[in-house]
């Protein structure tokens, strides 16, 4: 016997939805953690954009990902610039760093960087062309590991190859999560802080 459906709340029955779900998952798969991402085009023009369409893939082998959407236009810059030269950094979106964020997610003509354009000071990478953001707790420095077709989505992953980490997120040489005040983003421009936690042990 087949359950009734209920008839309380808000039911989505995908089929019957006429309009994009992004307003739903965006507002439930939260806090996303941000992804700024810096990549360099084939010009050597330095590009930066937030993503929070953003995790772990895996750890062996290391592996981010994020989920550009395609624009108006098709593919974003960020992933056509991965797509074309294979590497890319991921900095760290916390909590002092929001505002200049902001900034880069705007739209710019191609060919103009957003470093520039929000005044954001570049930091050479180890192991990687496109520079790192010299404000963040948090780098890593990628390289192409696929480019996964997902609908309008495009799938960036990249493995890990250099991990920065500034003496403000550390302890005694080790990443220590109380001390990373990442910022986590909700939907549309709403965000949230990290510094409220709480811990609970895990069942054995
Ligand atoms: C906090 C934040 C998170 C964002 N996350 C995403 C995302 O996950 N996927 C996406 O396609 N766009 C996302 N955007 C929008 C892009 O940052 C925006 O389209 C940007 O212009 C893309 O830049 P690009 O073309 O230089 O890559 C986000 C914007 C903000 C402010």
Known sequence: MTETPPTTGVQIDVDDHPGSLY???SSVVVPRPIAWVSTRDPDGVDNLAPYSFFTVASVDPPIVLFAPVDGPDGLKDTPR???ETGEFVVN???DDLVEQMNETSATLPAGESEFDHAGIERADSAVVEPP??????????CTRHDLVDVGGSTLVLGEVRYVHLTEDVTTDGNVDVSKVDAVGR???SQYAR???RFSIDRPR
Do not use: F, Q, S
């Open 132 to 141: 790192r953001v010299a404000g963040a707790d948090v780098a890593l420095e």
């Open 92 to 94: 760290l979106v916390t």
């Open 23 to 25: 307003r739903v998952l």
């Open 194 to 196: 990290t510094r409220d």
């Open 186 to 188: 909700l939907a549309g």
């Open 81 to 83: 610039n991965v797509r």
